[in-house]
């Protein structure tokens, strides 16, 4: 590949002459997820969601083949318009599904705006202002958000565990500030307290935790934890040989299966640990049971989890939403996807995690999961689902106008005073 | 002749003075005003004693740098791949056989060996090209990140601290008198302390194997001049490969006792490859005394960056390394 | 390029003829390529090329291997979000586009020169793990910091002016505004190098205890040097700003300034060509690697590519070209000069042990 320059110029003029093939009886479907990189994992089983639902339908809807090609980003913003833009200007997809991380999904939404004849459809990106404010037309979110995930969580800690005033310690940037406002918004209206000067806001990709820990307050009744994937395994283990003793609330990443199955010693500091978020492995309803079920016989021993992450969950449930609206309008994407985004905008749909819609502004209206975690019967440490949050929306049920008066997500929203 | 005695005795007593100073901030019970000032007295003490245990985790990681560095003129910007690579292989050992101690012994013996292998396959070919050899270790970090990925994932992984270390213990420092009068103590966590501890064995071992053994010799007389020792019939060869083993050994041993700390993931190649060149920038390259120093200036900087203006912590630990260079260019202990 | 310039006058006019075909190639280019080789391959390159460039310019002439090149770079994409317009509502203080242009580059040249004050007290070896530390101490600073830099979330939003009835983020215009000014400094090194000032670098890059005895301030050659790198990496740093719409850390990442290294060197540090050899076959393996292999591993192709060049061909694709050109034409050519010696072979003084 890099032998001569010469060559590399010349395979640049033939690429370039060569313009991409369009059959009329296949549909070209993109998939973006983040496979390189530190969140190589988390795309790849993103990825797998895509494939399920392919393999559900036959990779087959409204008639026509559905082709999938994929696209790779490493999570930074810039990587993922490249990868799309590739994907839409070159492979010609007209069906984007992707991405996977909330900054991607604030660039690719700004793109779309670029290309209103190729319709993009969220992978498990979370930001709040994907869809809430300035949304383009042709993005739709079959998935949640980071607020709406935190769905019954405040109430919880409020009414059953009587906690009244909390600290938090999350990672510094917007998905913990969603997670933040999405717990605390609820709780403080209650009449709950977080003052600001209890919120530790620390660097993401931290490891140290020791001075944090120690500079954390005692006068308290719980911390809110929103960490995720590595960060949360050191501030667990470090916590617990510090000899803290604090009760904890997690975010939805903070005690998910990565980190409750890694092998830090955090035993003692999560249990009893309340969480809330779009899944949860141990729900016993048939619909969820079977997509587990699903996915092992798929991928048990070829690289697959335990159990489906929220990546598999959430690039499944936007794929399927494709290809159901596909269906619905019979694969005709004629007129730049017209009729699909309309079928799109109006579907409504049971998934593992039970019915989805769309708001008017095309985010998911679905519902949520609040879960504990406990010691399963093997010792494993499980989250054991203690609730569920029917038909969640963006806004809390509030109304648009006045949910744009709360403010975007930030380190001091809610003031909480 | 007067002057510099003078200069010499206020720098003494400034330092006994600072000295003074921090002992009553560690042992005395904090009177209100200054709690007012600059918080509580908790937060200060562990943060103290967490810069210096970083620091002491630093210096294991670095003192191998510099050492490598000293004598070869080599930058090894692989070297903090050596220290994940340690951590992983560390990791693999421990869980298999169930020893942490036998993990942290052939994690420190892999990464030697292939220490020895870079250096007779890699740098033998290409010695006094101190660029390229820089360069190609820049090419090898690329790699092995991403190697390592494939292998190990993007997961997390955290050892099993052995049994006697794990937990905290009660430190004989009140941290504050309750209203009962009841002294509070302070907890702090026994593994940190064994990784300081840890931290001084390996610099004095380093140092008695410098000053008071002949291969010693050797290598400090490689440092200063490189020409007469080869001239004077040692196998520089071998010194070289020996020097590149204990170096690489030090960051795969680091990867352990550092894994054990905090944790090893993706991305800590790159953190403890800072770590080490901003030690040794501001300690001197080549010193192992200047490693020492640097490396508690540095964790010190880092753990009170980030208890008291987390969003500035960096550029604290920069403005030391740049001020280091304007004053003295070659590093606190640095000669040239 | 000193090879080059030796033999130009062998040619009409003193125009080697493949020269001449490059230039009606890169001009005539959007013609023939769709929008988005226009665009995410050519101009992208482009932008790529003239940053590493800008280190070529650093190491090849002045041989200090400075990583921060891309942090210079970054910092003019950030004051472009910071001093002009953004959609993110922090900062943005909405000055005109031309004037926050000359300020994002001046401001860049300035970074970059600060950093050569900070790295040229020291020699040679040292330069690489200064600037290296500072780009990663950038790095977590701009991810950390929100009242300036936006901290993890960086700025969206940024877009060129619509100019004499051209929007210049489209794809043609584009093309040509990254194509123009990359010409423009790829001629200012080539020349530059042969003007008072180039030659004056060479000469520290090659001796700089002489260079000193000879009354010449090396501190200062090198100084200025990174002051013009900064105008080049900065310049580029705009139009990387135009180009993606936004600016984030990930651009100052630690991936991101040793991809800049891996270009250069990959390209050949020894002519002002290289860089943009070595950005075009990066860019079109960062597109189409995924196509062909799993793009799980491009790293390791990258890696392995980059460690390839540094291990056995150091003048980069660019010597590994002018070897087979050279083994093509030999024996034409030496019928006709007579001995000449291998071009592959020929190196300017002092440079075959720095690269």
Redesign the interface.
Known sequence: MLKCAGKTLLAAAVLAVASPAVAQDTIKMGGLATLEGAFAAPGQDGIRGIRMALEEFNHTAGGKKIELITGSSDASPASAIRATRKLVEQDGVQIMIGPLSGSEGLAVKDYAKTKPNVTFINGTSAAQDTTLRKPAPNFFRFSTEGAQWMAGLGEYAYKVKKYRKVAVLAEDYSFPYTQVFGFLEPFCRLGGKASVNARFWVPIGNKDYSSVIAALPDDVDAIYVALGGADAINFLSQYQQAGGELPLIGGSITVDQTVLGSKGKIRKTVIGTPSAGPISDTWDDPRWKAFVAQYKKMFAGKGGFPSPSLFAHGYYINTKAALLALNQVKGDLSDGGKKLRAALSSLKFESPTGMVSLDPRRNAIADMFLTEVVEGPDGNLVNKTIGVTKQVSQTFGVKYEEFLKYGPVSRTNPPCK | MRKPMQRRTILILGIVLFAAALLWLVFAVWPDWLIDAIGRKKTFVNTLLNGITLGGLYFLVASGFTLVFGLMRNVNLAHGSMYLLGGYIGYEVAEATGSWFFGLAVAFLAIAVSGILLQVAIFRRMEGDELRQTLVTIGISIIAADLMLATWTGTTYQFDTPDGLYGAIVLPVISVVKSSGAPVFIKYPMYRLTVLGVAVVVGIGLWLFLNRTRIGMMIRAGVNDREMLAASGVNVHFVFALVFAIGAGLAGFAGVVGGTALSIAPGEDIRYLLASLVVVIVGGLGSVSGAAIGALLIGLAEQFGLAYFPTYGVVLTFLIMVGVLAIRPQGIMGTR | MFGIERNSSRYPLGINPAVLLAAV?LIA?PL??????T???GA?SLILGTIALSLTMLAGYGGM?SLAQMTVAGFAAYLMAILGTNSV?VMGLGWPWWLTVVIAILGAALLSTFIGA?AA??E???T???T???A??FF??V?????IFN????F??IKPPTLFGLYWRDPTPFYYLALAIAAFFFLAVRYGARSTFGLGLQAVRDNPRRVRALGINVFLHRIVAYFYAGIIAGTAGVLLVWF???V?P??V???MV?DI??IA??GGMRAPIGPF?GA??FV?????A?DLID?????????????L???FS?DG??G??RR?ESKIRLPRASARLGVRANRGDWHPAGSS???
Do not use: C, H, K
């Open positions: 190639f280019y023939f390529a769709s929008d988005f080789f665009f995410q391959i992208y291997v509502g900070i007290r020291t040679g070896i040292y690489i793990m200064i290296l530390a500072i990663v101490a977590y600073f991810r950390q910091n929100y009242q901290g993890f979330t960086g969206a939003g993606n719409g936004r984030s990930g651009i990442g630690v991936d040793i290294l891996v060197v990959v050899l075009i076959a079109l393996l960062e597109n189409f995924i793009r799980e591993r491009f790293n390791t192709v990258i890696g392995l590519a980059f460690l060049v540094v291990l150091p694709l660019l590994l070209w087979i042990e720095r690269m």
